[in-house]
T-cell receptor, first 114, second 115 residues
Framework: EAQVTQNPRYLITVTGKKLTVTCSQN?????MSWYRQDPGLGLRQIYY???????DKGDVPEGYKVSRKEKRNFPLILESPSPNQTSLYFC?????????????FGEGSWLTVV | AQTVTQSQPEMSVQEAETVTLSCTYD???????LFWYKQPPSRQMILVIR??????QNATENRFSVNFQKAAKSFSLKISDSQLGDTAMYFC????????????FGTGTRLTIIP
């Protein structure tokens, strides 16, 4: 089954404690990205990756890092989380052959920073 | 930069009625794609319908259809015979023609179907 898997799905952490949200896809997609969803703001892109070892900033990259060492994995790293990073996070993937290709979303990760 | 605007933060409609959700966008591109996503209380992102800008025919998927007005940059979603399971947040989204394009979302419309 084609899927994008995120972990953890729910996390409460404290300010400044480094955390990683993992994302893995089993469809051999080149393009992967991270979004955050906040009330009244819709979904905003944090980072994206066109392929292995190729990453770039989205609209709201401050406070986040990513890596793409393998095609299937695209972890989101919060080096020093702050309360304003409390949000719902989505990982997504698609082939790059055409931008209109179906985008597959993970189930979301709820992150609370206290 | 592309922008997507959903001007109706909340809507409600009686079960079995028809409802239309509005979306406008701004772009200088000629080729692009538009989407409507449904987000039920589970928060899963579910693709409802997709429209390719170079196709003049409006997309339809069962009870869901769009009114795509390219010149007006408008992309509304019509839900016919609404059902309780249609209660969700609906997001309009835009993506340009290139492989490195991001999906730009509107702020969403919260739709409630009333029994």
């Amino acid at each position: 089954e084609a899927q994008v898997t995120q972990n953890p799905r729910y996390l409460i952490t404290v300010t400044g404690k480094k955390l990683t949200v993992t994302c893995s896809q089993n469809m051999n997609h080149e393009y992967m990205s991270w979004y955050r969803q906040d009330p009244g703001l819709g979904l905003r892109q944090i980072y994206y990756s066109m392929n292995v070892e190729v990453t770039d900033k989205g609209d709201v990259p401050e406070g986040y890092k990513v890596s793409r060492k393998e095609k299937r994995n695209f972890p989101l790293i919060l080096e020093s989380p702050s309360p304003n990073q409390t949000s719902l996070y989505f990982c997504a993937s698609r082939p790059t052959s055409a931008s209109g290709n179906t985008i597959y979303f993970g189930e979301g990760s709820w992150l609370t920073v206290v | 930069a592309q922008t997507v605007t959903q001007s109706q933060p909340e809507m409600s409609v009686q079960e079995a009625e028809t409802v239309t959700l509005s979306c406008t966008y701004d772009t200088s591109e000629n080729n692009y794609y538009l989407f409507w996503y449904k987000q039920p209380p589970s928060r899963q992102m579910i693709l409802v319908i997709r429209q390719e800008a170079y196709k003049q025919q409006n997309a339809t998927e069962n009870r869901f259809s769009v009114n795509f007005q390219k010149a007006a940059k408008s992309f509304s979603l019509k839900i016919s015979d609404s059902q309780l399971g249609d209660t969700a947040m609906y997001f309009c989204a835009f993506i340009g023609p290139f492989g490195n394009e991001k999906l730009t979302f509107g702020t969403g419309t919260r739709l409630t179907i009333i029994p």
